[in-house]
């Protein structure tokens, strides 16, 4: 909310000489994508047309759709438990199809950081089997396992 209300904050009088701001609107739609918003307004004394957005844009920030996807992986749940959960909320909430989009969006980030921590643990792993002298007679390191036998 802080967004929105420092870009209503920001609106100037937009007209010079008629003296309208953001107080001579009326809301002529609004639009949803998933969870963000998007609110246009019309002046009253200019007919000027001002767009306002739920969401910051700012690259620093993570898109309130995909976070929502992001928070459903963390949580183990999925589309149909967030849609019943909005629902229970009386909060509009995204199509299957925008959830699809994320989630792949965000499966392919995941399995590229998966693949990134496996090779790190790798080069670590065979970094301490030579420091350790677990090598097999054909100088490939070995890395023990063990198990508490359970």
């Known amino acids: ?3 929105v209300f ?26 949803t994508k998933g969870f963000a918003t998007k609110w246009i307004f019309k002046c009253k004394m200019c007919n000027l047309l ?21 928070g459903t992986y963390a949580i183990g749940i999925g589309y149909t438990q967030l849609a019943e959960f909005s629902a229970s909320l009386d909060v509009p909430y995204m199509a299957p199809s ?9 499966s392919m980030h995941m399995e590229t950081t998966a693949w990134s921590v496996m090779e ?24 023990p396992v063990v198990a508490d036998g359970q």
């Open 6 to 31: 420092f870009q209503i904050q920001n609106e100037q009088c937009h007209t010079p000489g008629l003296g309208c701001s953001f107080m001579n609107v009326e809301l002529i739609n609004e639009i």
């Open 120 to 143: 790190l643990a790798g080069i670590e792993e065979k970094k301490l089997a030579f420091e350790a002298g677990d090598i097999d007679s054909d100088g490939i390191p070995i890395c």
């Open 50 to 70: 001002t767009t306002l957005e739920s969401e910051n844009n700012d690259l620093n920030c993570i898109p309130i759709n995909k976070a929502i996807v992001n």
């Open 1 to 3: 909310m802080k967004h």
């Open 98 to 106: 925008t959830y699809i989009k994320y989630s792949e969006e965000i």
